[in-house]
């Protein structure tokens, strides 16, 4: 369903992305993890349609990010990391506003509306403002932003940030509920989200991709059989050259 070829994002003279290629299938959950400034958030712009590639191919489910942008919208469901809400807006109020921002009407829009409240844990919060929820349940707002549409697709962006430990429980099981017929690509620097459920995992580093595999794969690839994901991606990591010129943002 994700299709990424060779893809390169600069900023003048820094590359942001360098040479990454990549696949996501359907029913698959896939963790995305690396430090903080290695790339992440700018590949999912990319595969959100929100950036375009400097070079290379992204194809989101069958469909090209630059020739088809709209089409590729349609069948996302993307959490950014910043979580851009309205916040003025009752919870309820602004989920059936982004309902019919997405096409739903009538029946249709109050379906999805009560499987995604239950899906997403808000109905205690329905009533309130948005910029009146705690963190966690700001950030269950967009995540239910995300999934309103019932997409095949989902691109999710630090989703666990400002949840508390029984909502990084809740989300890891609401995961594993949604991989059927699903492409679940989520980026996070939280290696235990990542060892919990995901099948694969993709290691970037600097703009590039340095893994890509099973975490037992991985292990054993970097002579630290058994080893967990976190003494894994530490080895990639501290392994990596970082010359000034590959320094990344993203």
């Known amino acids: 369903m994700i299709t990424v070829e060779s893809v390169t994002k600069t900023y003048?003279?820094?590359?942001?992305?360098?040479?990454?290629?990549?696949?996501?299938?359907?029913?698959?959950?896939?963790?995305f993890v690396g430090p903080n400034g290695a790339g992440k958030s700018t590949m999912l712009k990319m595969l959100s349609t929100y950036l375009y590639p400097t070079l290379g191919r992204i194809s989101?489910?069958?469909?090209?990010?630059?020739?088809?942008?709209?089409?590729?919208?349609?069948?996302i469901g993307y959490l950014s990391g910043d979580t851009p809400l309205y916040r003025d807006m009752r919870v309820d109020e602004f989920l059936r506003f982004i309902g019919r921002a997405r096409g739903l009407r009538n029946t249709d829009l109050e379906r999805h509306f009560d499987e995604t409240v239950d899906l997403c844990g808000v109905g205690d919060v329905l009533a309130m403002r948005v910029d009146q929820c705690s963190t966690g349940f700001r950030q269950r707002v967009g995540l239910a932003t995300a999934l309103i549409h019932d997409p095949p697709i989902l691109l999710l962006d630090e989703p666990t940030h400002g949840f508390d430990p029984l909502q990084v429980i809740a989300f890891r099981e609401l995961l594993q509920k949604l991989r059927p017929g699903r492409a679940i690509l989520f980026s996070t620097h939280i290696t235990a989200d990542?060892?919990?459920?995901s099948d694969r995992v993709l290691i970037i580093h600097l703009g590039r991709l340095l893994a890509d595999g099973r975490l037992d794969e991985l292990a054993a690839e970097t002579g630290m059989p058994g080893a967990s994901l976190e003494a894994t991606f530490a080895h990639l990591v501290s392994a990596t050259s970082s010359p000034s010129a590959d320094r990344t943002h993203g």
Do not use: C, Q, T
């Open 194 to 197: 990542v060892e919990a459920i």
């Open 60 to 75: 989101v489910a069958g469909f090209d990010v630059v020739d088809e942008p709209l089409e590729v919208r349609r069948r």
């Open 12 to 31: 003048g003279s820094l590359k942001a992305v360098n040479d990454v290629s990549f696949e996501v299938a359907g029913g698959e959950i896939v963790g």
